[in-house]
């Protein structure tokens, strides 16, 4: 799969105007209303997957744009270029988000975010690499990785072996 940047960016426009039809449409003549029981669940939990699909992409991008920030001299930064004071700034800007959700977009990025090592150029794995899994394949979203970062971040001792211990069955 051979996705440029150009086409996914797209292809989440597209999604993204396939979704205001859909809300539209949900608006209109309270269309949820009319509802059953099991068709209402269902929208919310189309909802919720659509929500924590746009959580991950948001998190994935902030990751790539923290490294950036930290490679790139000050006058050269994607922040400083767009006239943000920093990335939590960039983010609500580009998201229409708030202060506290940016924050955990970015908490969440600095966790599953992989970085590329400065000596060898390799690819390193995340901070939390199963709960990067976990984003990725919508099993959790932003806020429940930023909570167990948090979480992680606050106990220094054994932190390691938290973070070892973590697995997909326990997201």
């Not at 949820?32 to 699909?53: I, K, M, N, P, W």
């Not at 429940?144 to 606050?154: F, P």
């Amino acid at each position: 799969q051979n996705v440029t940047m150009s086409t996914l960016a797209a292809a989440l426009e597209g999604l993204g105007d396939a979704l205001a039809a859909v809300v539209v449409i949900a608006f209109a003549d309270d269309g949820l209303r009319r509802c059953g029981d099991d068709e209402l669940l269902a929208v919310l939990a189309a909802a919720g997957r659509f929500q924590r699909g746009a959580e991950a992409l948001m998190s994935e991008a902030v990751a790539q744009v923290l490294e950036r920030e930290d490679a790139q001299s000050h006058p050269d930064r994607l922040t400083t270029r767009v006239g943000c004071r920093n990335v939590g700034e960039l983010v609500q800007r580009a998201t229409r988000v708030s202060g506290r959700t940016a924050a955990d977009v970015i908490a969440t990025a600095r966790a599953v975010g992989r970085r590329i090592a400065l000596t060898t150029g390799e690819l390193l794995p995340a901070e939390l690499p199963r709960m990067r899994e976990a984003l990725r394949d919508g099993h959790a979203g932003v806020d429940g990785v930023a909570g167990v970062a948090g979480a992680l971040r606050g106990c220094a001792a054994g932190r390691a072996e938290l973070r070892e211990r973590l697995h997909a069955p326990l997201v």
